[in-house]
């Protein structure tokens, strides 16, 4: 073979100005690369897909009369929320209301108007938002088996549809029985599992070692489907009631499925847009190893007792706690404890999460420069990012109970801690595709079944913890065991997590690759693209080169 024939990286030469021969919008979408299609896809999938689970757990102040269960405890947040309104009120002076400002009254009251048609007791909404976490958990693994078979476009795709689906008949489930949201919740649950499997899965495959961490921040689209959906669900219930709340995220998760249908591929093989040197680039940056794995027997002995694997689920036990402690009580804390209204509510505690977004991507980008000019080691970046996302959140959460009602502080605080849990996905999240990125999908269910156990025993335990959710005793308690967990957590990681690629990761090689000749050595080397194709020539080589491999940015 003429050595001209192999290219073996990316031609530097100036792109020759031609006319496009597969037509104008061809010429404008190979200026796309395909890897920036997929973080989109990616980024909005996750949004969606949060968007979808977050909704009850602020739809349920609307859905539920704030008396039911007839334990007093809202009765007397309602009386805390007036004395303290009250009080600040220029209407109010020397015990009396002033005549002069009468809509001072009305706007007080606002903030702890009634909603609810449904006399679902505190025990019932439990199981409601709980459920969905159950079946979430038992669901990681064979998130993780089914990528490995049927590949990521369909699982994650799927999991989405009936995600949606749900979603839009939680209404009418609403009305039939409470018994009946629980079951479409936990089938969210279930379905929801699996996106997190089937996306790590594909990383591998798309993705050159050094761009991961800059990927790994469209999976923070979940922050901003948190952030979007507490405002949206406010101003939705305020004027359209709390059913059009599920009728709209229910239908944008469907609209979304359309794109991922039209616009996935599991790998870059299978992609019928992508340029030459796109392709190219990929298969010169990513193992041929990791190419050769898909549908590699899972080795799940290996991954059971490897110790970077529970080293990962350990920590990200600790910062899926801090987490949801502002997922899931911040918006009764917002409501009970600071006394903000419905609205006020929703987008106080969405903002925060709308920021993050914006940390995590500064954050990744930052690892990736880190690796890319060798200031650090992998190992040591992904731990300073982990120490990041659970130590500064773990230390301003502990102060948010001890500043009690200074709400301009605790906002700040709550903000920033918020801010800092994403550098997770540069840190021990990135790292699960470090360590084996040919079985990162199996791996993240495996680590996911240890982390996400949080989601549901966080709030059982704010429940145990909270038994008056005017006593802002009783939420230090919440906060300060919340740092405890997350800070505690992380030293695990400290000691015993590594980026280094684990044996079992590499699929068995046959016998005759396993000798010591030049072929065995070939075999193990990157795959290098053959250009010289029949029925090109080296102007049409030229063509291609107008296309560039379109560095991840």
């Known amino acids: 073979m003429d050595e001209k024939e192999i290219r073996f990286l990316p031609s530097s030469k100036p792109p020759r100005a031609k006319l496009p021969k597969v037509g104008c919008m061809r010429s404008i979408t190979d200026r796309i690369p395909a890897r920036l299609v997929l973080y989109f896809l990616s980024w909005s999938g996750f949004l969606v897909s949060f968007m979808m689970r977050n909704d009850i757990n602020f739809a349920l102040v609307a859905m539920v009369r704030t008396n039911a269960g007839g334990n007093g405890t809202n009765s007397s947040v309602s009386d805390h929320c007036r004395s303290v309104a009250v009080t600040e009120s220029p209407a109010f002076v020397?015990?009396?209301?002033?005549?002069?400002?009468?809509?001072?009254?009305?706007?007080?009251?606002?903030?702890?108007?009634?909603?609810?048609?449904?006399?679902?007791?505190?025990?019932?909404?439990?199981?409601?938002?709980?459920?969905?976490?159950?079946?979430?958990?038992?669901?990681?693994?064979?998130?993780?088996?089914?990528?490995?078979?049927?590949?990521?476009?369909?699982?994650?795709?799927?999991?989405?549809?009936?995600?949606?689906?749900?979603?839009?008949?939680?209404?009418?489930?609403?009305?039939?029985?409470?018994?009946?949201?629980?079951?479409?919740?936990?089938?969210?649950?279930?379905?929801?599992?699996?996106?997190?499997?089937?996306?790590?899965?594909?990383?591998?495959?798309?993705?050159?070692?050094?761009?991961?961490?800059?990927?790994?921040?469209?999976?923070?689209?979940?922050?901003?489907?948190?952030?979007?959906?507490?405002?949206?669900c406010g101003f939705i219930i305020a004027y359209f009631g709390w059913r059009l709340v599920f009728y709209t995220t229910g239908t944008i998760g469907m609209i979304w499925c359309v794109f991922w249908y039209l616009l996935a591929f599991n790998t870059p093989q299978e992609h019928p847009r992508i340029t030459a040197n796109e392709l190219e680039y990929i298969e010169l940056n990513v193992s041929e190893d990791i190419k050769n794995g898909m549908g590699m027997k899972v080795p799940w002995k290996k991954i059971f007792t490897s110790v970077p694997v529970w080293a990962i689920g350990l920590t990200t036990f600790g910062r899926i706690w801090v987490h949801y402690t502002f997922i899931m009580s911040g918006p009764e804390y917002m409501q009970k404890i600071l006394c903000f209204d419905i609205k006020e509510n929703g987008l106080l505690s969405g903002t925060p999460f709308l920021c993050s977004y914006l940390s995590s991507v500064l954050f990744c980008y930052i690892a990736d420069v880190l690796v890319h000019k060798r200031l650090m080691t992998l190992t040591n970046v992904r731990k300073l990012f982990t120490a990041l996302s659970q130590i500064v959140p773990g230390v301003l959460v502990l102060l948010v109970g001890y500043l009690g009602y200074n709400i301009v502080v605790v906002l700040v605080l709550w903000f920033v801690a918020v801010t800092f849990i994403t550098a997770s996905y540069a840190g021990a999240m990135a790292n699960i595709v470090d360590i084996a990125p040919n079985l990162a999908g199996p791996v993240l269910a495996f680590a996911q079944t240890i982390h996400m156990t949080a989601s549901f025993l966080q709030p059982l335990a704010s429940g145990i913890m909270v038994t008056d959710a005017q006593n802002i005793t009783q939420w230090l308690h919440v906060f300060g065991v919340s740092s405890v967990v997350a800070i505690s957590c992380y030293l695990i990681y400290q000691i015993f997590g590594t980026a280094d690629i684990q044996p079992w990761n590499y699929p068995v090689l046959d016998a005759e690759v396993t000798s010591t000749d030049d072929s065995a050595v070939i075999a193990n080397q990157p795959m290098l693209k053959t250009i010289g194709m029949a029925g090109r020539d080296d102007e049409e080589d030229d063509d291609d080169e107008e296309s560039s491999s379109g560095h991840f940015k």
């Not at 629980?182 to 050094?210: C, H, K, N």
Request: proline share 4%; net charge negative; glycine share 12%.
């Open 94 to 232: 020397n015990g009396n209301y002033s005549t002069l400002d009468e809509g001072a009254i009305p706007q007080v009251i606002e903030g702890v108007e009634e909603y609810g048609e449904f006399d679902w007791d505190s025990t019932v909404q439990a199981v409601i938002k709980g459920s969905f976490y159950w079946c979430y958990v038992l669901s990681q693994v064979v998130g993780g088996v089914a990528t490995q078979y049927f590949g990521t476009k369909n699982v994650f795709g799927w999991s989405q549809f009936f995600t949606a689906a749900c979603s839009l008949c939680i209404p009418y489930a609403s009305d039939l029985h409470y018994g009946a949201v629980i079951l479409l919740r936990s089938i969210q649950g279930f379905a929801s599992g699996l996106t997190w499997p089937a996306m790590y899965a594909i990383v591998g495959y798309w993705i050159p070692p050094v761009e991961r961490s800059r990927f790994m921040s469209s999976f923070q689209g979940f922050s901003i489907g948190i952030g979007l959906t507490y405002p949206l």
